[in-house]
T-cell receptor, first 114, second 115 residues
């Protein structure tokens, strides 16, 4: 069985400061991992994904995430927050094979303070 | 491409009424997914199709829910009769393959309120 835990339901940062959204996963096998972003009243949009290639993954809008197998983590970071980053972020785990579906985290709401 | 298109964007109905949600996937995508998002349960996969055929409907909450995909460019999710606990945002997503590494592209969602 697989699971994903987003450690913070809400994160607030000031504009221009770094962003860290934490995600830990559990999977019997080496999974694929995704970060999706959902802006208010919008659908989910892919930020980045890890698929067993490079452990440091760069995504859109300056975001990146590092896959750390030893820590079973896939934290999302950005060096400098922008007001437009305010949204809900979902960490998602997918098994490399088998019948398990995508598992979504509960989401982290990111607030940017002007 | 216009992306995944869903209609209506908002729906308000009374308990007991039939509700039909519609989805047009991205052209050329063979997989279509229906999700439900609530505060209590987060995002849940309800059902998904491959080449218009339902593959896994184990997430459909009960017999009041049904989904169809009559052709590659159209799918419906129907609730009959609707209940207040069905109030949620329903998302449709599509992907070009069913590969676990494949990106799913989400529509803007239908916000359903059942009174």
């Amino acid at each position: 069985a697989q699971s994903v835990t987003q450690l913070d339901s809400h994160v607030s940062v000031s504009e221009g400061t770094p962003v860290l959204l934490r995600c830990n996963y559990s999977s019997s096998y080496s999974p694929s991992l995704f970060w999706y972003v959902q802006h208010p009243n919008k659908g989910l949009q892919l930020l980045l994904k890890y698929t067993s290639a490079a452990t440091l993954v760069k995504g859109i809008n300056g975001f990146e995430a590092e896959f750390k197998k030893s820590e079973t983590s896939f934290h999302l970071t950005k060096p400098s927050a922008h007001m437009s980053d305010a949204a809900e972020y979902f960490c998602v785990v997918s098994p490399p094979f088998g019948n398990e579906k995508l598992t979504f985290g509960t989401g982290t709401r990111l607030t940017i303070i002007p | 491409d216009a992306g995944v298109i869903q209609s209506p964007r908002h729906e308000v109905t009374e308990m007991g009424q039939e509700v039909t949600l519609r989805c047009k996937p991205i052209s050329g995508h063979d997989y279509l997914f229906w999700y439900r998002q609530t505060m209590m349960r987060g995002l849940e996969l309800l059902i998904y199709f491959n080449n218009n055929v339902p593959i896994d409907d184990s997430g459909m909450p009960e017999d009041r829910f049904s989904a169809k995909m009559p052709n590659a460019s159209f799918s419906t999710l129907k609730i009959q009769p609707s209940e207040p606990r069905d109030s949620a945002v329903y998302f449709c997503a599509s992907s070009s393959t069913g590969d676990r590494q494949e990106t799913q592209y989400f529509g803007p969602g239908t916000r359903l309120l059942v009174l």
